[in-house]
């Protein structure tokens, strides 16, 4: 029985899961924009009592580790390794790309097709990161600044796309029609499912050096 604590921090919303062999006891989600540093601690506090549960009962914790905006990754990091260091628990880190890529794939089953998240990182920039229909990775993660020929190198395949960033992409290739646009957004069942499998599994995260994916330094400018 494997008791784990999930956390996706890497949007403007965040949202805390409970999930017991794969399958979700409690959930409790903030509807207020990058507000994790003031809910985050209550929001898992919240989501232990819902079944009569404590931080003690936990095995482990999964995270959607991005891309994402940084100050949210960071919060969602550093609460998620508090709690691992203190109860000698372990992480495990599951890239934000890949969860959405698959909760395309579980409503859009097409043969052969690849599965693509996509968020939005700024300008005419995206992340995106490709997977198969077996969850495998196709080529790392990245950012990558849209032109017209950004997915020529596919015309020969479908391409399944969920997440954010189709919003500034979608418009650019509609003569494309290897390309489908979906409205999957980041499924429950599918995070927690990924996390319970990487934790049987004994993939875990580093809990000193492990960090946010975030694919390309901060854009910081002086005031």
Not at 135 to 140: D, L, R, V, Y
Not at 169 to 186: C, H
Request: glycine residues 8%; contains cysteine.
């Amino acid at each position: 029985m494997a008791l784990l604590l999930g956390i996706e921090s890497s949007s403007e919303y965040c949202t805390v899961l409970l999930c017991e062999n794969g399958e979700i006891k409690s959930i409790v989600q903030h509807t207020e924009a990058f507000s994790h540093a003031a809910v985050l601690t209550r929001m898992i506090e919240s989501c232990l009592e819902k079944v009569s549960l404590n931080i003690k009962d936990l095995e482990g914790i999964f995270i959607s580790m991005g891309p994402g905006s940084y100050t949210s990754l960071r919060v969602g990091v550093s609460t998620a390794k508090g709690i691992a260091f203190a109860q000698n628990i372990p992480i495990i880190a599951i890239p934000t790309l890949k969860i959405l890529a698959l909760s395309a794939l579980k409503y859009n089953q097409i043969n052969d097709a690849l599965y693509v998240g996509m968020t939005d990182a700024r300008r005419m920039e995206v992340y995106i990161g490709l997977y198969n229909q077996e969850g495998n990775e196709i080529g790392a993660n990245h950012a990558l600044i849209l032109n017209a020929d950004s997915f020529d190198a596919y015309n020969d395949q479908v391409l399944v796309f969920a997440g954010d960033g189709m919003s500034k992409a979608k418009s650019m290739y509609e003569e494309k029609k290897n390309l489908v646009w979906t409205s999957a957004k980041m499924d429950w069942s599918v995070f927690a499912k990924l996390g319970d499998e990487k934790y049987r599994k004994g993939d875990f995260s580093d809990l000193v050096h492990g960090e946010p994916i975030y694919l390309k330094p901060p854009n910081i400018t002086t005031a």
